[in-house]
């Protein structure tokens, strides 16, 4: 497998598991708008929202980051400007998603 087709699986892998993630918070939207945020807690702290919600943050950052990352690949000139576009677009979608990551845990795990 060469080395398009390897990063083409990798972005539909990543993609696959969102779609039924999708459906599942569309279910689950009375929780997600409620304007009280106990409620809110105690549904984050539910132990498959909080497996569904890790995974989603984890396919959606690495799809993100690897279609920005086609983008810059695509379109900025080759040289220092895409080396540094391509690492400050990894950096930016593994401190957004780890951000995102450690919340979920945190919630999860009764820090707030």
Not at 16 to 31: A, C, D, N
Not at 60 to 72: C, D, N, P, T, V
């Amino acid at each position: 497998m060469n080395e398009a087709s390897k990063h083409w699986s990798l972005l539909r892998a990543a993609a696959l598991p969102m779609i039924p993630l999708f459906f599942y918070f569309v279910t689950q939207l009375e929780y997600l708008t409620t304007r009280s945020r106990d409620v809110f807690i105690g549904w984050v702290k539910q132990p498959e929202t909080t497996a569904c919600l890790l995974l989603f943050i984890l396919c959606a950052f690495y799809h993100g980051s690897q279609g920005i990352g086609e983008i810059i690949e695509d379109y900025v000139p080759p040289g220092n400007i895409k080396t540094l576009s391509l690492r400050l677009n990894q950096a930016f979608f593994f401190i957004l998603g780890g951000g995102c990551f450690y919340a979920v845990l945190a919630i999860s795990f009764g820090k707030f």
